[in-house]
Antibody, heavy 120, light 112 residues
Framework: EVQLVESGGGLVKPGGSPRLSCVTS????????MSWVRQAPGKGLEWVSG???????YYADSVKGRVTISRDNSKNTVYLQMNSLRPEDTAVYYC??????????????WGQGTMVAVSS | QPVLTQSPSASASLGASVKLTCTLS???????IAWHQQQPEKGPRFLMK???????IKGDGIPDRFSGSSSGAERYLSISSLQSEDEADYYC??????????FGGGTKVTVL
């Protein structure tokens, strides 16, 4: 069974720098692009960042320069390092796996999400 | 970069059918999209990928009541025999090496 399990969320002060983790299992992790998607309270889904199986990285304009996505294929884990957090970054952060290997594709598996709340 | 447009809301009676639309912006009518369902207080769930020719690939365990189709720049999600558990938000998504990944604004489906 394919599983994605996020962790690392919580209450963070403005300007804080949490690191989110997404531990995966049940598929050949190194072959698939992975993404982070967030959902602010009462709002829709917003793609944040993605990383290809080979390590190419992509960022939404809203977070570019403030977040870094990375992956450790030996640990089947993808990370999101967040810096200089603002109240508007408050959201549930989901990890998502691409449907097909190598090329960008639909997200076919989602994690349960981890909440990041930015407040003083 | 493509933009995905969805109606904010839709409703239908229990046991009836509903058809949701996701419209790709001009110049992007060849793009495939995916549909995701988000039930209240839950995370998203992949329903299916719909190609420009109307062919689709469903996620594991998705009932036959859910189907996808295409016409030009529009991609559709049809739900028949509506159940109470189908009351949810439905998002479309597209992707490419140029644009990365994009979501529509979502459609809230109410089962009357």
């Amino acid at each position: 069974e394919v599983q994605l399990v996020e962790s690392g969320g919580g209450l963070v002060k403005p300007g804080g720098s949490p690191r989110l983790s997404c531990v995966t299992s049940g598929f050949r992790f190194s072959s698939y692009a992975m993404s982070w998607v967030r959902q602010a309270p009462g709002k829709g889904l917003e793609w944040v960042s993605g990383i290809s199986g080979s390590g190419s990285t992509y960022y939404a304009d809203s977070v570019k320069g403030r977040v870094t996505i990375s992956r450790d294929n030996s640990k089947n884990t993808v990370y999101l390092q967040m810096n200089s957090l603002r109240p508007e970054d408050t959201a549930v952060y989901y990890c998502a796996k691409d449907l097909g290997p190598w090329e960008p594709d639909a997200f076919d598996i989602w994690g349960q999400g981890t909440m990041v709340a930015v407040s003083s | 970069q493509p933009v995905l447009t969805q109606s904010p809301s839709a409703s239908a009676s229990l046991g009836a059918s509903v058809k949701l639309t996701c419209t790709l912006s001009s110049g992007h009518s060849s793009y495939a999209i995916a549909w995701h369902q988000q039930q209240p207080e839950k995370g998203p769930r992949f329903l299916m990928k719909v190609n420009s020719d109307g062919s689709h690939i469903k996620g594991d365990g998705i009932p036959d009541r859910f189907s996808g189709s295409s016409s030009g720049a529009e991609r559709y999600l049809s739900i028949s025999s509506l159940q109470s558990e189908d009351e949810a938000d439905y998002y479309c998504q597209t992707w490419s090496t140029d644009i990365n990944w994009v979501f529509g604004g979502g459609t809230k489906v109410t089962v009357l």
